[in-house]
């Protein structure tokens, strides 16, 4: 195989794994975080997928990841639960409390497990097909305490993450799979951009006086800027309300959140699954959702529009894809998992040229 | 008290009872319609309180509103409940549907109940504080499988209702009230600045061909327009898809919905009553939404603006207002009820004038 092929996903996932081993997270960690970072490439998340795998790394080596060990476990009411997730890894801790929930939603109809102190959780989508494949719908949200990027319509402080809602729908055929953030744009989007000297399209952001940018610098600025919440200038006060939500639903159930002042990159993580089978059943939730399915891909594009898509769609299309012909990995990747093996002594695949 | 003087709350809820009950709606039933229709003119929200009561009238007239009798249970196991409403009076299904969640929710910790075949539900924002005050956190949905006026982002085709999003969350002090539409602008505000000629200050809908438009008499034309989802042609697949997710957890859970081709104004909703102390408890949960709540508040306004507010803030605040100084009812409304009182020989009360 040449450089200038596409890495296979098997590839990157072995990689990704021998570099967090050595790091001193045990394997069926390792295993889990890196199969889901490669996911989130995959599905051309390439923000929140292997883009992350540096700053976990480092954050195993200064301890502010927890490397061992399993929940504490502060609540459990068989239908709810509250962890502490001991900022063990993110996406392990996720994924588990996804597990969890479906096992208990089996017997419960819908249960709901909230984790305070796990560490970053990298990319919803990745994780919604766990409940979507038992025929169970998913609702996973997250927020960070210790960082603030987003502030309220009207206001120029910072108060909330960009706090990422996903949502796995079982249709019959392919699940649709909702990763939407309650802001316009993204911390990952906005550091890549700014990183890069580049601007947004559209004004999505506002500088420390509250005035309208383009220039994601803004918010490493000071006094910082904030990205606009969506419905921006316009109706932001619905994007504010829904990230209020989920700042809600994510840190004062699970007991711990911005109230504290968190000292560490991290996340406060809301998990609910429910089983339709609970409510009028699988087949009739198959049929109001495979019908809106339809609905939505066969719709007629309005000028300049190729096709309307569902959520999800465009991201399980690109999984298959690279599945087949290789993963299609952000400039720049590659060359930051060649220099973490060379200082870590991993041997480089040879695959990867 | 002459005509200029604003009218009392009680005396309109009065007036709404009596019409009610004249149109054959039995005294409970009319008198919790009655109130929380008049809770949504006290709190600002004047296209969905009294200004809808001609229609209910209407509907209890020609029997698309079912005027006696009760819920039929179509599942109930605990902690999870489907209701099918028989087009029973929507607000009165809805504060009974909170009432039983809050209830289950002190055993079961989460209580979600779901209705189909609901008759309209108003406003969403009155009936949030029948689970805030017993501090408990409340999650209401709504749809009308029989309306559409939206389309999904890049599409012309109306596929969903605006799918309002009510959310209570108890804080200690006042509650936070949610009630924002997954849509730019809702039906209501479109069919009265249609009825008066006017067109809204934003391109907030398109027309048949996908065109942009300000005017909200598109909804009417054929092919017809739609109401641009939250984010509009900026970032419109973050509204469809929390869209989506509504008309999910109202259709496909209650088992009907669009793919069963509803034949009459109604709507399908979903409840879900949240116990803190089934979490990390009570104090941890309000220490949280507490902190978050001031935060909000004591934000740095950007230029322009005079404060930054809490979602419900200004409606409990014009609540206070109107319970001292009289309701400001939206010019006409006092002249719809006054027909409908003659038709239906209802004395008008003489605090009216």
Known sequence: MTTNQRPRAETLIGLAQALLEKAAL??????????????????????????????????????????????????????????????????????????????????????????????HIACLATFLERATRHDMMVLLLSSDPAAASVAPFGGTRPVMTPNPIGIGIPTGGDPILIDVSASITTNGLSGRLAKEGKRFEHPWLLDGAGLATNDPAVLQADPPGSILPIGGLDHGHKGTAIGLWVEVMTQALAGFGRADGADRWGASVFVQVIDPKAFAGRDAFVRQTGWLAEAVTSNPPRPGVEAVRLPGQRGLQKKREALQNGVDLYPGILDSLRAEALKRDVPWPTALG
Chains 1, 2 share one sequence.
């Open 26 to 119: 045990p394997p069926e960690k390792a295993s889990l975080v890196a199969e889901l970072l490669v996911e989130a490439d995959l599905m051309g998340h390439t923000t929140h997928g292997l883009n992350l795998l540096a700053g976990y790394l480092g954050a195993l080596d200064d301890g502010k990841m927890t490397a061992t060990g399993d929940v504490e476990v502060i609540a459990d009411h068989g239908s709810t639960l509250v962890w502490d997730g001991r900022y063990l890894p993110g996406v392990w801790l996720t994924a588990k409390a996804i597990d969890t929930a479906v096992a208990r939603a089996e017997s419960h109809g819908l249960a709901s497990v909230s984790i305070r102190k796990s560490h």
